[in-house]
């Protein structure tokens, strides 16, 4: 009865090690299966990074102004102001009203100090009157009106008005953005087709794009001179000597920069001669 036993748990331990090595063995195939497809699928590919970029002229000015009044009382600050900031709108008369945009309108006390004398517990701050501040964004679709347009603020503001600056701005965008991404797309075949060449390749067809903006339009050349505030009474004075007298005003040139990221696969048909030797600025091929 024992040695019946003893050879029933042979058996079974022999058919558990059989079991064990069965799996083991199927286990390792199935790795290998699964690795050999991995490196089966996997392509090859090469991926370049390109900047396309694109001109174009502005099409937009923006006039920024500030009337600011000083006067005893808040009502006399504000019925001032708004009497200089009227007559500034009259003479600039944009066609549409929505090219008119009021930034900010404040008032505020404008305080002294006095010296006091020993003994004295009043305050050493006193009001001596209120400020009246209106900050006028005006758009300019015309540009060959932005000389004469500032000329007018300054003239019929005279001292109660100061200059902000004159910003030429691309309002509409799409077209030379559209361009600034076909020459990124375009850069960025050229320089991979080069890399492959190089390898033995040939460039195949595109695996995966993604773009990346380079910030807004930059100023490129023929830029308008800065206009500062100082600058305002020397043209304001110079006005009076006619068109010829007018401080010059262009727009210049803008341009946008687009940025790609492109990966492209790579067909090796064997065809091609790889590069083997960089030596300096001479390329050496097999």
């Not at 699964?34 to 490196?39: C, E, L, P, T, V």
Request: hydrophobic content about 40%; charged content about 30%; glycine content about 6%.
């Amino acid at each position: 009865m024992k040695v019946m036993e003893s050879r029933r748990s042979v058996v079974l331990l022999r058919n558990v090690v059989l079991a064990a090595v069965l799996l083991s063995v199927a286990g390792a195939h199935v790795r290998l299966v699964h690795a050999h497809d991995m490196k089966r699928e996997r392509v090859r590919s090469v991926s370049v990074n390109a900047v396309g970029s694109a001109e174009a002229e502005p099409d937009v000015a923006r006039l920024v102004y500030t009337v600011e009044v000083q006067k005893k009382t808040v009502a006399d600050a504000r019925e001032h102001g708004s009497a200089v900031s009227r007559k500034i709108l009259n003479a600039v008369k944009p066609e549409d009203e929505k090219d008119i945009m009021t930034n900010h309108i404040k008032t505020h006390p404008v305080h002294e100090w006095r010296e006091r004398k020993r003994y004295d517990r009043s305050s050493s701050r006193i009001t001596v009157g209120y400020k009246y501040s209106n900050t006028v964004t005006i758009t300019l679709r015309d540009l060959s009106l932005v000389a004469d347009m500032t000329d007018r603020v300054l003239r019929e503001g005279g001292d109660d008005v100061t200059l902000g600056g004159v910003r030429f701005e691309l309002e509409d965008m799409d077209h030379v953005e559209l361009a600034a991404r076909a020459n990124a797309i375009a850069k960025a075949r050229r320089y991979a087709s080069t890399l492959a060449e190089g390898a033995g390749a040939k460039l195949g067809k595109v695996l995966s794009i993604r773009t990346q903006d380079h910030g807004g339009p930059r100023m490129l050349r023929g830029a308008p001179p800065p206009i500062y505030p100082e600058m305002a009474q020397a043209m304001d004075d110079s006005s009076e000597g006619g068109d010829e007298m007018m401080t010059p005003i262009s727009a210049g040139t803008r341009e946008v920069e687009i940025g790609v990221y492109v990966e492209f696969e790579l067909d090796h048909d064997g065809s091609a001669k790889p590069v083997i030797e960089d030596e300096g600025n001479v390329i050496r091929s097999v």
